[in-house]
């Protein structure tokens, strides 16, 4: 099923129209200069399933995304639907469906949870959404689950329209507790975020179902929050405590053409941290209904300045992500340059000084925040799972705006290490937090880790970042390429058919190969116009010395790189064959040497991924684990080990700490000495499957 819908722009600084797509619905912009003019939308069978279709339709087939889609189609998402339906023994109870059937008058009881408990089942439709999209197009996903899951999304669909208040607003916590106090705290009580999550779940429904029930209730929920925010008399001129709506809006209005989506999205982001500060005021109001007594910090929220003077990024981490996803989005949208600018400075702040090599963010527990510049501790890291999958939605939508790899090099970093790490093998436990250093005796009685598990859990009282995998996982295929004009890119490397609609007509190509294991990718063109196209492979940052071949014939990769892709023009024809050798040797890091916790120590990569040595392979005392001076790397692909990695090993050093006395203070020609050791790394994301034991990424340089 292929759609089409075209844009053309005419700039003065370009000849060729120009037409910006992506995954969601359509984008057309220009360059700074643009303006902007949709033709007619045609689409062949789709309609009216997708009236505004995806210029990019990537389906995962096989290899290492597909396994991770299976695996989140036939465990994830029905081990959370039981998590949500308080059905998992020993787990936190999440109260989010029956909150909804309480408020929708189905039963009786009280509220329970937190005040956004709504948005981890919004999370959870959106994920189940997206795998139905995949199963309906791919055949091989087994029928009855799909039917299961459609079910269970149609009977959960009904229960929250049910809900819904007849002027639109739609919030269990609100409705069922007080209903005398909605939007009387934005800034704590997360009404807009859960709506933004509302909005996202009716986008994927409507997506993989073309059931438009829950897209309609989303549709009444922002026209009703409309009537209460902007700039207009009688309107309040708040915005919301945890973003995210904003950029729901945003896909809100690329689903349905409708424009007041996209300047509610504008309001909400031109007003926040404008002066006198909304939260300040509200805090103050006799209406104000306090949720928590958690103390007004603008920062916190990045509500300190106006987004287009912000250029540090501060405050809590997905609060942040999520603002800067919306922020390129609406640049993406409108060609604002003042808004790009802002997003380029604050992209260099999160990634060039704040970031995890890991691609995890938030350095501290207390307030899930960043804090400042190279403050990167180990062993104390935050790094929410969520945080991590903000960064990678928002290196897309970076690399969407300015068509340059090193967003997709960062947003691979963080897919690879810190997002996927949030899950267990098995697609059935969870980490919030993704530290760098543990040492599970510690964190059993040491107050200061009390944030940071070395197990994962099955379910959280908070349970944000387990329905956040799901939803990424279940849609990872709309962030693998983008397209502009005439040109496909390749962001990442997933094996299976990527379509595009391009200027020229479609073009799909059919992407293989056994990444992140082996760099040799294959790009097999499948369909092509009649006209000159390009196909831009991103070579990442880490590659030294790719190889590319089309036909069998060599390319010279320094005059067809551009900002980090290789970019191939020329009349494709169906079989034309590109083949893509990365070479993948261990590679040993060192951080800046401003970042305290790791200095002196070196990190191992390979491809996209950062390594980690863990207890069950190496021994007690990590943190003595000195890698050789001149490491002698050993690469081996172990199907039976963690669900089939890579494994490092080389040579390197240990104290033997069990030859220690009970002298705690000596001089320093004790202790005794170094031990030769052979060293076993494993891939970060996979540790905390065997059994719980320390673990290191950063280990110190021979
Ligand atoms: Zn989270």
Redesign the pocket.
């Known amino acids: 099923m292929r759609s089409k819908t075209r844009g053309a722009i005419q700039c003065e600084h370009r000849d060729l129209p120009i037409s910006v797509v992506n995954n969601f619905g359509t984008i057309l912009k220009g360059d700074s200069c643009g303006m902007i003019r949709l033709e007619s939308a045609t689409t062949e069978e789709s309609m009216p399933r997708t009236p505004q279709p995806h210029h990019t339709r990537v389906l995962i087939t096989s290899g290492f995304w597909r396994a991770y889609q299976t695996l989140n189609h036939e465990r994830v998402i029905p081990y959370q639907w039981r998590a949500l339906n308080d059905e998992i023994p020993d787990a936190p109870k999440s109260h989010s469906v029956e909150n909804f059937r309480i408020a929708a008058a189905m039963s009786q009881g009280d509220y329970d949870g937190m005040v956004f408990q709504d948005s981890d089942l919004a999370k959870w439709i959106e994920a189940a959404g997206y795998a139905i999209e995949n199963a309906r197009d791919d055949s091989e996903f087994p029928a009855a689950a799909r039917q299961t899951l459609e079910q269970r999304v149609r009977h959960v669909v009904d229960v929250i329209a049910a809900a819904q208040q007849p002027d639109g607003y739609l919030n269990t916590y609100f409705t069922v507790k007080r209903p005398d106090a909605r939007w009387s705290n934005l800034r704590q009580a997360h009404e807009l975020y859960v709506a933004g999550h509302m909005i996202e779940a009716g986008i994927a429904v409507f997506r993989g179902t073309g059931d438009r029930t829950l897209l309609d209730v989303v549709i009444r929920l922002a026209d009703h929050i409309a009537t209460v925010f902007g700039t207009e008399p009688g309107k309040k001129r708040g915005y919301p405590g945890h973003q995210e709506i904003e950029l729901a809006l945003i896909k809100l209005y690329r689903t349905t053409g409708e424009t007041r989506f996209l300047d509610l999205a504008r309001y909400f982001i031109d007003e926040r941290g404008r002066t006198p500060y909304y939260f300040d005021a509200e805090a103050t109001s006799p209406d104000f209904v306090r949720i928590w007594n958690s103390p007004l910090v603008h920062d916190y929220q990045q509500s300190h300045l106006p987004v287009r003077e912000q250029v540090d990024a501060v405050g809590h981490s997905?609060r942040a992500m999520y603002q800067y996803v919306a922020m390129a989005n609406l640049a993406i949208e409108t060609g604002d340059a003042a808004l790009a600018q802002a997003c380029r400075a604050l992209w260099e702040s999160t990634t060039g000084r704040r970031m995890y090599v890991t691609g995890g963010i938030g350095s501290t527990s207390a307030g899930e925040q960043f804090t400042i510049d190279y403050d990167l501790p180990n062993d104390t890291a935050y790094a929410?799972?969520?945080a991590a999958i903000g960064l990678f939605f928002f290196a897309h939508r970076m690399a969407v705006l300015d068509s340059d790899a090193r967003y997709a090099d960062v947003a691979e970093r963080a897919l690879y290490n810190g997002v996927i790490s949030g899950l267990s093998l098995d697609g059935e436990r969870y980490f919030?937090v993704n530290p760098l250093a543990v040492d599970p005796r510690v964190c059993d009685t040491n107050g200061t880790y009390a944030h940071v598990k070395y197990r994962r859990q099955p379910w959280y009282g908070c349970a944000?970042?387990p329905p956040?995998i799901a939803r990424l996982l279940a849609s990872l295929g709309d962030y693998a390429a983008h397209a502009t004009g005439t040109t496909l890119y390749l962001d990442h490397f997933m094996n299976g058919t990527v379509s595009a609609t391009l200027e020229p007509g479609p073009l799909e190509v059919e992407v293989g190969g056994d990444y992140p294991w082996d760099g040799a990718v294959t790009v097999t063109v499948s369909d092509a116009p009649a006209s000159d196209t390009t196909i831009a492979i991103r070579l990442p940052g880490w590659c030294d010395g790719p190889t590319i071949t089309v036909n069998d014939e060599p390319v010279k990769v320094a005059a067809v790189l551009q900002r980090g892709y290789a970019t191939l023009t020329r009349r494709w024809r169906a079989g034309d064959r590109i083949a893509v050798d990365l070479p993948m040797p261990v590679r040993t890091i060192s951080a800046d040497p401003r970042v305290k916790s790791s200095f002196g120590r070196i990190a191992v990569q390979r491809g996209p991924l950062v390594y980690c040595l863990e207890e069950a392979d190496n021994r007690t005392g990590l943190h003595t684990v000195a890698l050789a001076s001149v490491p002698d790397f050993q690469v081996a692909h172990r199907d039976d080990l963690l669900g089939g990695v890579t494994v490092i090993t080389s040579a390197g050093t240990t104290v033997a700490l069990q030859a220690c006395d009970d002298t705690l203070y000596r001089a320093p020609a004790y202790p005794p000495g170094r031990t030769d050791a052979t060293l076993t790394f494993i891939p970060y994301y996979a540790w905390a499957n065997r059994e719980p034991g320390e673990m290191v990424v950063w280990v110190l340089a021979g």
């Open positions: 997905v929410e799972t969520c919030y944000c970042c956040n």
